[in-house]
Protein backbone atom coordinates (compact mmCIF):
# COMPACT_ATOMS: atom_id res chain seq x y z
CA UNK A 1 0.00 0.00 0.00
CA UNK A 2 2.79 2.59 0.69
CA UNK A 3 4.17 2.31 -2.35
CA UNK A 4 0.92 2.89 -4.33
CA UNK A 5 0.91 6.16 -2.45
CA UNK A 6 4.58 7.10 -3.20
CA UNK A 7 3.22 6.53 -6.57
CA UNK A 8 0.42 8.65 -6.30
CA UNK A 9 2.37 11.47 -4.66
CA UNK A 10 5.30 11.43 -7.17
CA UNK A 11 2.59 12.10 -9.90
CA UNK A 12 0.86 14.68 -7.92
CA UNK A 13 4.15 16.15 -7.53
CA UNK A 14 4.29 16.58 -11.51
CA UNK A 15 0.81 18.36 -11.99
CA UNK A 16 0.59 22.11 -12.27
CA UNK A 17 -0.64 24.33 -9.97
CA UNK A 18 -3.85 24.59 -12.31
CA UNK A 19 -3.75 20.35 -12.53
CA UNK A 20 -3.85 20.37 -9.16
CA UNK A 21 -6.67 22.78 -8.32
CA UNK A 22 -8.91 20.77 -10.86
CA UNK A 23 -7.98 17.54 -8.84
CA UNK A 24 -8.54 18.87 -6.07
CA UNK A 25 -11.91 19.89 -7.35
CA UNK A 26 -12.75 17.00 -8.79
CA UNK A 27 -11.95 14.89 -5.54
CA UNK A 28 -14.31 17.27 -3.67
CA UNK A 29 -17.10 16.45 -5.92
CA UNK A 30 -16.41 12.89 -6.03
CA UNK A 31 -15.81 12.12 -2.68
CA UNK A 32 -18.70 14.76 -0.72
CA UNK A 33 -16.29 16.72 0.75
CA UNK A 34 -14.75 20.43 1.55
CA UNK A 35 -11.25 21.54 1.35
CA UNK A 36 -13.09 24.23 4.27
CA UNK A 37 -11.92 23.39 7.86
CA UNK A 38 -14.60 22.26 9.94
CA UNK A 39 -14.10 24.26 13.54
CA UNK A 40 -16.04 26.50 15.46
CA UNK A 41 -15.34 29.85 14.35
CA UNK A 42 -19.39 31.08 13.89
CA UNK A 43 -19.59 29.93 17.26
CA UNK A 44 -18.59 33.33 19.20
CA UNK A 45 -21.28 34.84 16.56
CA UNK A 46 -24.43 32.60 17.10
CA UNK A 47 -23.58 33.07 20.90
CA UNK A 48 -24.08 36.73 19.70
CA UNK A 49 -27.54 36.30 18.28
CA UNK A 50 -28.56 34.68 21.70
CA UNK A 51 -28.63 31.08 20.25
CA UNK A 52 -25.86 29.51 21.34
CA UNK A 53 -26.00 31.46 24.97
CA UNK A 54 -29.33 29.25 25.40
CA UNK A 55 -28.05 25.88 24.50
CA UNK A 56 -24.77 26.48 26.58
CA UNK A 57 -27.22 26.90 29.36
CA UNK A 58 -29.18 23.79 28.76
CA UNK A 59 -27.23 21.47 28.45
CA UNK A 60 -25.05 22.79 31.50
CA UNK A 61 -28.48 22.36 33.34
CA UNK A 62 -28.99 18.62 32.36
CA UNK A 63 -24.89 18.11 33.43
CA UNK A 64 -23.35 17.18 30.00
CA UNK A 65 -20.29 19.77 30.66
CA UNK A 66 -20.64 21.80 28.27
CA UNK A 67 -19.38 25.45 29.28
CA UNK A 68 -18.80 28.61 27.96
CA UNK A 69 -15.28 30.96 28.29
CA UNK A 70 -16.18 34.46 28.39
CA UNK A 71 -13.41 37.08 28.50
CA UNK A 72 -14.42 39.45 31.13
CA UNK A 73 -11.36 41.90 30.99
CA UNK A 74 -8.22 41.95 29.00
CA UNK A 75 -5.81 43.01 30.94
CA UNK A 76 -3.17 45.53 30.70
CA UNK A 77 -0.89 43.15 28.29
CA UNK A 78 -3.50 42.82 25.37
CA UNK A 79 -1.17 41.44 23.09
CA UNK A 80 -0.62 38.47 25.20
CA UNK A 81 -4.36 38.12 25.22
CA UNK A 82 -4.88 38.54 21.60
CA UNK A 83 -2.36 35.56 20.87
CA UNK A 84 -4.17 33.53 23.46
CA UNK A 85 -7.31 33.96 21.67
CA UNK A 86 -5.74 33.21 18.52
CA UNK A 87 -4.15 29.67 19.88
CA UNK A 88 -7.65 28.69 21.72
CA UNK A 89 -9.51 29.77 18.10
CA UNK A 90 -6.92 29.50 15.08
CA UNK A 91 -9.70 30.87 12.41
CA UNK A 92 -9.54 33.94 14.10
CA UNK A 93 -7.58 36.64 12.48
CA UNK A 94 -5.58 39.54 14.07
CA UNK A 95 -8.43 42.19 13.45
CA UNK A 96 -11.32 39.48 15.10
CA UNK A 97 -8.91 38.79 17.79
CA UNK A 98 -8.36 42.45 18.98
CA UNK A 99 -11.09 43.22 18.44
CA UNK A 100 -12.67 40.26 20.86
CA UNK A 101 -9.79 41.42 23.36
CA UNK A 102 -11.06 44.93 23.46
CA UNK A 103 -15.05 44.22 23.76
CA UNK A 104 -14.95 42.68 26.78
CA UNK A 105 -16.77 41.31 28.18
CA UNK A 106 -17.28 38.68 24.89
CA UNK A 107 -17.77 35.57 24.99
CA UNK A 108 -14.57 33.69 23.35
CA UNK A 109 -15.77 30.00 23.22
CA UNK A 110 -19.13 28.00 23.41
CA UNK A 111 -20.48 24.85 23.63
CA UNK A 112 -16.91 23.26 24.57
CA UNK A 113 -16.15 20.28 26.98
CA UNK A 114 -14.80 21.35 30.11
CA UNK A 115 -11.45 20.02 29.66
CA UNK A 116 -11.45 22.75 26.71
CA UNK A 117 -12.52 25.18 28.63
CA UNK A 118 -10.42 24.90 31.42
CA UNK A 119 -7.64 24.84 28.96
CA UNK A 120 -8.53 28.18 27.28
CA UNK A 121 -9.18 29.66 30.48
CA UNK A 122 -5.77 28.70 31.63
CA UNK A 123 -4.38 30.11 28.38
CA UNK A 124 -6.20 33.74 28.58
CA UNK A 125 -5.38 33.92 32.27
CA UNK A 126 -1.56 33.00 31.78
CA UNK A 127 -1.81 36.26 29.06
CA UNK A 128 -3.12 38.27 31.92
CA UNK A 129 -6.48 38.24 31.02
CA UNK A 130 -9.59 37.58 33.65
CA UNK A 131 -12.02 34.56 32.66
CA UNK A 132 -15.20 33.37 33.87
CA UNK A 133 -16.50 30.11 32.96
CA UNK A 134 -20.26 29.79 32.62
Known sequence: MA???E???EEIKGLT???LAELVKTLQEELGVSAMPVAAPDQPIAAANGEAAGNAQSEQAAGTGVQT???ANAGTNKIAVIKALREINPNLGLK???DL???APKEVVVDVKAD???AAKEKLEAAGATVELK
Do not use: R
Open 3 to 5: NNI
Open 7 to 9: KLV
Open 17 to 19: VME
Open 69 to 71: VVL
Open 96 to 98: EAK
Open 101 to 103: AEA
Open 116 to 118: EAK
